[in-house]
């Protein structure tokens, strides 16, 4: 069966990432059967980190805060997350299934595809963003 989304569930959740006045920075996209829907949402990136566990794959779009004292902006990351116990045939659809994603979740600086929980670290997603970034006015303080 071919894997769907619920495009106006989804695009509502990633509407609230997106809104620099909310507090929800996360929200996940997971599977209900062969349908992609939204998953939990929250306000702290280590609760984020709690829901990629070993066994499930998803979707997820963060957004950090990056810049200086001077500036801060908004900075978004679309994460796929597959676990180490994932089955193979799951870890290939999740591949093609994440065009579906992209329908929806269209603006992002960078795209991660991890397995590896040290990968989720937020200075390691934080740093990568910066680099995606280009320009670094913040050079003079390293």
Same mark, same amino acid.
């Given at each position: 069966? %071919? /894997?769907?989304?619920?495009?106006?569930?989804?695009? $509502?959740?990633?509407?609230?990432?997106?809104?620099?006045?909310?507090?929800?920075?996360?929200?996940?996209?997971? @599977?209900?059967?062969?349908? !992609?829907?939204?998953? $939990?949402?929250?306000?702290?990136?280590?609760?984020?980190?709690?829901?990629?566990?070993?066994?499930?794959?998803?979707? %997820?779009?963060?957004?950090? /805060?990056?810049?200086? %004292?001077?500036?801060?902006?908004?900075?978004?990351?679309?994460?796929?997350?597959?676990?180490?116990?994932?089955?193979?045939?799951?870890?290939?659809?999740?591949?093609?299934?994440?065009?579906?994603?992209?329908?929806?979740?269209?603006?992002?600086?960078?795209?991660?595809? !991890?397995?590896?929980?040290?990968?989720? $670290?937020?200075?390691?997603?934080?740093?990568?963003?910066?680099?995606?970034?280009?320009?670094? @006015?913040?050079?003079?303080?390293?």
């Amino acid at each position: 069966m %071919a /894997t769907r989304i619920d495009k106006e569930a989804c695009r $509502e959740a990633y509407n609230l990432v997106r809104d620099d006045g909310s507090a929800v920075i996360w929200v996940t996209f997971r @599977y209900d059967g062969a349908t !992609i829907v939204p998953g $939990e949402q929250g306000a702290e990136y280590q609760h984020f980190v709690q829901q990629c566990t070993d066994d499930v794959r998803l979707f %997820a779009f963060v957004r950090f /805060t990056t810049g200086d %004292a001077m500036s801060k902006r908004s900075k978004f990351a679309l994460i796929t997350w597959i676990g180490e116990n994932v089955s193979g045939l799951q870890r290939a659809k999740t591949g093609t299934d994440k065009t579906l994603v992209k329908e929806v979740v269209q603006n992002f600086a960078k795209e991660f595809v !991890i397995s590896d929980r040290k990968e989720l $670290e937020e200075d390691f997603i934080k740093n990568e963003l910066k680099k995606a970034g280009g320009v670094n @006015y913040d050079a003079q303080t390293e």
